[in-house]
């Protein structure tokens, strides 16, 4: 089969498609998808160049989102001709993949296989972070830093949704405008000036809830906009580096400093976990919640894919059509 490959470990430019990539045989219990669109994080980008929290030994085809139609089951929950999506920590540039069935959700009728691609990992990060972890109630103020990527946008979709009142702070105006088109109420360019000064000018009395996917350089200025009592909840770090917060800030502040990680936390929540999956699902099917497609390519530009996402450019998801 034709598949994205990595063969030694580097920039996006290691990653070439190769035509005779080897079909993994189909194990007890799992199950054969035939791939239509994958989509492209900046942790595909990590394992390229071996710099994410583990390493998967080259060569392999990196990928962690796809979506398309069963080929193949030995597992009783999916039959061949059904549509899903799913998550694997890699392997979805290509054309076929193998998983268990857990891993793999239904797609609900009328959602393109792009837009299911997109929609696991961001969707579910960003809902667990406002449903469960932050408990965000309606009228609240919640600030989402990093709000032109994909969980960034992702939580500012779903906080308007839960009835908040959503400040994106994104890097660009163009970042900004589709964070206001999804719900934002007030768009900040932290490349403008201060984030601290912005935000303290728009709300002098604090915001309840940030969002962080991003760390960096965002993450103190962002945590000084809290009211007293308000939440930040650590997601990523996107932006390269992990923050460092004055712990006199949280005693001064009475916040609460949280984190989300998406592969434990359904084990340490299960009811919260399952809960938030019914509901997000329904948002999904009502067209409700739906994921930017800011950029597609072409199986054959993958190693491009992989380079946008690494320079910054992406809005929202990018999307490999592979089908």
Known sequence: MRAAVCRSYGPPSSVAVEDGWASRPLGDGQVRVRIGAAAVNFPDVLFVANKYQVSVEPPFVPGSEFAGVVAESAAPEFTAGDRVFGSAMVGAFAEEIVVTPGSLTATPDGVSDARAAAFGVAHRTAYHVLRSVAS????????????????????????????????????????????????????????????????????????????????????????????????????????????????????????????????????????????????????????????????????????????????????????????
């Open 136 to 323: 965000v109630e309606p009228g609240e103020r919640v600030v989402v830093l990093g709000a032109g990527g994909g969980v960034g946008l992702a939580a500012v979709q779903l906080a308007a949704v839960l009835g908040a009142d959503v400040t994106a702070v994104a890097s660009s105006e163009e970042k900004l405008s589709v964070a206001s088109s999804f719900g934002a109420a007030t768009g900040v360019n932290h490349r403008a000036g201060p984030l601290r000064q912005a935000l303290r000018e728009r709300f002098p009395d604090g915001v309840d809830v940030v969002v962080d996917p991003v760390g960096g350089e965002l993450a103190e200025p962002a945590l000084r906009a809290l009211r007293y009592g308000g939440r930040f909840v650590t997601v990523g770090y996107a932006g390269g580096a992990v923050p460092r917060i004055p712990l006199n800030l949280v005693l001064l502040k009475g916040c609460r400093i949280l984190g989300f990680e998406m592969r434990s936390f359904p084990g340490h929540e299960p009811d919260k976990s399952a809960r938030d999956i019914r509901e997000l699902m329904d948002l999904l099917a009502a067209g409700k919640a739906y994921p930017h497609l800011g950029a597609t390519f072409g199986l054959d530009d993958a190693a491009a894919a992989l380079a946008h996402v690494a320079d910054g450019k992406a809005i929202g998801k990018v999307i490999l059509e592979i089908g």
